[in-house]
């Protein structure tokens, strides 16, 4: 699976946009990119995910560089309940090691008021 | 309301006993995973299965086993517990995607919180 960097942790004023960035450099044509989020204590939620275009849904938008080197998760109205570790991932949908999710280290937002 | 339920949902237990955490879903996922998580850190998968009476182990390697005997129920059981197994356990289950379209998502228990004294 191809390795994806975040920044370790981002703040974000509530109400505003918060743009999340992951690295995907080693990214493979058959690989999609994923979006987690895991609030404290809690387990993983997923919100979005994507393969080369762009994606909306009501959580989250998810924007891929036309070169899918690499993507941005956008929380278009960030609340304080958005505070969470994002997790972004990148995996094939096929295969014999199908369906698992290696998680790494993620970005911790931070939503202030 | 969730979709996937794990219990206990915090459990202190001594060393030694033997445990079973329980993870069931109603959404009739085929597959279903079991990952490990020590506080602030990332999660680490220890046991998944791809359907009934099939069972793997993860990428981390965990003193755990897990049966897969219906579809909507994938416990984990410690014979023996340690304190070095003191973690928070994470069931998750998925579908298989439509054709066409990418792998739709992971649902997530709330966990099982261990601590073994």
Redesign the interface.
Known sequence: DAKTTQPTSMDCAEGRAANLPCNHSTISGNE?V?W?RQIH??????II???KNNETNEMASLIITEDRKSSTLILPHATLRDTAVYYCIV?V?GGTS?????????TILTVHP | EADIYQTPRYLVIGTGKKITLECSQTMGHD?M?W?QQDPGM????IH?S?GVNSTEK??LSSESTVSRIRTEHFPLTLESARPSHTS?Y???S?AL?HRGQ??????????T?LTVV
């Open positions: 999609y994923y987690y204590s809690q387990g993983p939620q997923y995910h994507g393969l995996r949908a199908y369906g698992k999710l290696t998680f790494g280290q993620g | 597959k995973y990952y990332e999660l680490h998968l998944y791809y993860g990428d928070q994470l069931c998750a998925s995607p990418g792998f739709y998502g992971y649902t997530f228990g709330s966990g919180r």
